[in-house]
């Protein structure tokens, strides 16, 4: 079946501009995670939801960082007023409780912000 | 705060086995997770547990606080990012916290 689908693949922004990241889970899977990856460090998770809530934002490096799920599926990452150290590898992954622990990841979105 | 410990690189040649070491200092995280990450790619679990287990050529060894994710007869396919990470809390809802990656090179 398809697999966990992020859109855009690339993404180039100036900074200061608002970005959207998009993540389409697995269908039926009612965990959606975003996780970041800058230059040469590992995956830093941001947000979790369970469903449309997201019990878990502690990971959110500031309050220019926001998501949102609608119903058990399509869920948006927006970063407002972007800087450069916002450029990452953004990942979404998915997954179904009870085995909420094995994530299936998207391809990730790539921003830089120049 | 640094909580989980991984090499940065591991080189090998082809055939060898390899073994990418991993520590944490949580106390009451119970299961190990291994993903490969090729670049560019989803990453993807490739063995979990709380117990050595085996999955395909991939052993995973596993103690209170450290695992080792063990390939054998490593190829040069095999040469990518690999995470190891564990649950962040006991009942957590689902959250893993992530090394920072071990970047293997293979050699022919």
């Known amino acids: 079946g398809a697999g966990v689908s992020q859109s855009p693949s690339n993404k180039v922004t100036e900074k200061g501009k608002d970005v959207e990241l998009r993540c389409d889970p697995i269908?039926?899977?009612?965990?959606l995670y975003w996780y970041r990856q800058r230059l040469g460090q590992g995956l830093e998770f941001l947000i979790y939801f369970q469903g449309n809530s997201a019990p878990d934002k502690s990971g959110l490096p500031s309050d220019r960082f926001s998501a949102e799920r609608t119903g058990e599926s399509v869920s948006t990452l927006t970063i407002q007023r972007t800087q450069q150290e916002d450029s990452a590898v953004y990942l979404c992954?998915?997954?179904?409780?009870?085995?909420?622990?094995?994530?299936?990841f998207g391809p990730g979105t790539r921003l830089t912000v120049t | 705060k640094d909580q989980v410990f991984q090499p940065s690189t591991v080189a090998s040649s082809e055939g060898a086995v390899v073994e990418i070491f991993c520590n944490h200092s949580v106390s009451n995280a119970y299961n190990f997770f291994w993903y490969l990450h090729f670049p560019g790619c989803a990453p993807r679990l490739l063995v979990k547990?709380?117990?050595?287990?085996q999955q395909g050529r991939y052993n995973m060894t596993y103690e209170r606080f450290s695992s080792s994710l063990l390939i054998l007869q490593v190829r040069e396919a095999d040469a990518a990012v690999y995470y190891c990470?564990?649950?962040?809390?006991?009942?957590?809802?689902?959250?893993?916290?992530f090394g920072k990656g071990t970047k293997l090179s293979v050699k022919p």
């Open positions: 990470a564990f649950p962040c809390a006991w009942g957590s809802q689902g959250n893993l916290i």
């Open positions: 547990g709380s117990k050595p287990s």
């Open positions: 269908s039926g899977h009612t965990a």
């Open positions: 992954a998915s997954s179904l409780p009870p085995r909420t622990y094995e994530q299936y």
